[in-house]
């Protein structure tokens, strides 16, 4: 990504926040310095928070393996289409054993809290199935996040 400031003095101060997950990564930043003649600011991109998610779509079902001790986060973008419809996130766990609480189940709208602290969230079964759902009338246009814990032991 780049973001372009025009008219900038020495005086100027500006301060970029990078915000990182769970993962180490490397950041590359680059000043250029041109005269204000060349320089025309453009609509900064907006940064979605699910860039680089894996994306679910409504009515579609997917499938994902995963690995003991692990977090899988996931969004779903709710369009005008589907704003007067519920809203079902079905989950279920295809490990071999008969474990009630191997999966944990959790749904945000808008961002993921660093907490990851939500309302939405199923942490146990009897049949190995998960959902969470948000009715017709709580359900908004937007992003929404799932995040899937393996909570499984390692075999």
Do not use: W
Not at 72 to 101: G, K, P, Q, R, W
Request: charged letters at 20%; a negative charge; glycine letters at 6%.
């Amino acid at each position: 990504n780049t973001l372009t400031k025009c008219s900038v003095t020495h005086q100027d101060q500006y301060f970029l926040g990078l915000k990182g997950y769970r993962q180490c990564a490397d950041y590359t930043v680059t000043l250029e310095y041109f005269s204000d003649s060349q320089c025309k600011e453009e609509e900064a991109e907006q940064i979605s928070a699910h860039h680089g998610l894996p994306e679910l779509e409504v009515g579609q079902f997917t499938t994902h393996v995963g690995a003991a001790n692990s977090v899988y986060d996931f969004y779903l973008n709710i369009t005008e289409e589907h704003a007067n419809d519920n809203l079902v996130v079905e989950l279920e766990d295809m490990a071999d054993d008969l474990s009630t609480d191997g999966l944990t189940l959790y749904m945000y709208h808008g961002s993921m809290p660093s907490d990851r602290a939500t309302q939405f969230v199923v942490d146990s079964t009897s049949d190995k199935q998960y959902s969470l759902a948000v009715n017709l009338y709580d359900l908004v246009v937007g992003d929404y996040y799932v995040s899937v814990q393996v909570n499984h032991k390692p075999t």
